[in-house]
Nanobody, 124 residues
Framework: QVQLVESGGGLVQAGGSLRLSCAASGRTFSINGMGWFRQAPGKEREFVAAISRSGRTTDYADSVKGRFLISRDNAKNTVYLQMNSLKPEDTAVYYC?????????????????WGQGTQVTVSS
């Protein structure tokens, strides 16, 4: 089993920045891809970003490209999401997910483990 715990959410003004962290524990050696997803009130969960085990391959949703940066520190079993130039439409609960597959994936149902989520609220 793998446990994921997100942190770093909060309230920020439009144009501001936040950095989310996701700490993994348990059978972390089995984790390959890591991803961030978000779900706004009344909307479906959507893909935000993903990163391969090595960190050399990343993928982003078009809505966050150029503003968000995903990274990971395997020594610390932690993945990060640096969010810059935040907009009110970025308001959502952000979830970290872990994938046992070596293929970098963007669909939530393909991920194996999930964190509890952290709230990000961007005020206008």
């Amino acid at each position: 089993q793998v446990q994921l715990v997100e942190s770093g959410g909060g309230l920020v003004q439009a144009g501001g920045s936040l950095r989310l962290s996701c700490a993994a524990s348990g059978r972390t050696f089995s984790i390959n891809g890591m991803g961030w997803f978000r779900q706004a009130p009344g909307k479906e969960r959507e893909f935000v970003a993903a990163i391969s085990r090595s960190g050399r391959t990343t993928d982003y949703a078009d809505s966050v490209k150029g503003r968000f940066l995903i990274s990971r520190d395997n020594a610390k079993n932690t993945v990060y999401l640096q969010m810059n130039s935040l907009k009110p439409e970025d308001t959502a609960v952000y979830y970290c997910a872990a994938d046992l597959s070596v293929v970098l994936r963007t669909r939530g149902y393909e991920y194996d483990y999930w964190g509890q989520g952290t709230q990000v609220t961007v005020s206008s």
